[in-house]
């Protein structure tokens, strides 16, 4: 199963609430933090949600 590596590049200043829940669910808190998650349809739906907040990488 592939990975994605996501790394948070904006602040959370002015998100909606559900924008903040993602990326707490993503385990992003601090920008320039990166994470590596499965590629899943949830974590997908959490990305698209917080999108214009985060770059997203595949991993191996």
């Known amino acids: 199963m592939s ?3 996501i790394t ?3 602040g959370l200043a002015g998100a909606k609430h559900n924008q903040k829940a993602s990326m707490r669910s993503l ?3 601090k920008i320039r933090q990166s ?5 899943d ?7 698209r949600t917080v999108h214009h907040l985060v770059t997203v990488e595949e991993v191996e």
């Open 35 to 39: 994470v590596v998650r499965p590629d």
């Open 27 to 29: 385990g992003l808190r």
């Open 8 to 10: 948070q590049v904006r």
């Open 41 to 47: 349809p949830n974590v997908r739906g959490m990305i």
């Open 3 to 5: 990975q994605l590596k």
